[in-house]
């Protein structure tokens, strides 16, 4: 009999706490439904804003990092900085207007005075 009146308190709780949320249910209203409606739609836009932005971030990167021509001219700018020619390399960011590449060759340039490489003696 116990169990009987167990299950039947439990049957009769979740069904309670349904009418609440149903339009029109007993002593319910829609407001905490649409609340709750709201908050969901909230969060997911969220979510997909940074979604989006975080896509963004990764193919901005990938651009600034794969790009061919990138590419070519910064090793353009390390050849040149490698036979210590800093003005040519500074130059080629210039004409570029690669304000990152720039920064980058000001920064090895003037870390040290870049000697031009040596040869190697001509008995080898």
């Known amino acids: 009999m116990k169990t ?3 299950i039947a308190a439990l049957a009769v709780a979740p069904a309670a706490a349904l009418a609440q949320d149903v339009p029109g249910g007993a002593g319910g209203s829609n407001a905490s439904a649409q609340m709750r409606n709201d908050a ?21 990167q990938y651009r600034d990092t794969q790009n061919p021509r990138r590419v070519r001219r910064a090793q353009e700018a390390a050849d040149l900085i ?39 003696p001509s008995g080898q």
């Not at 804003?49 to 990764?58: D, S, T, V, W």
């Not at 003005?87 to 570029?96: D, L, P």
């Open 4 to 6: 009987l009146v167990l």
């Open 40 to 60: 969901w739609a909230a969060q997911e836009q969220l979510g997909q804003n940074l979604r989006a932005q975080g896509m963004e971030q990764q193919q901005d």
């Open 82 to 120: 490698n036979k210590g020619d800093c003005a040519g390399a500074r130059a080629v960011a210039a004409r570029a207007n690669d304000d990152r590449l720039a920064a980058r060759i000001a920064q090895v340039c003037s870390a040290a005075a870049v000697p031009a490489p040596a040869t190697a």
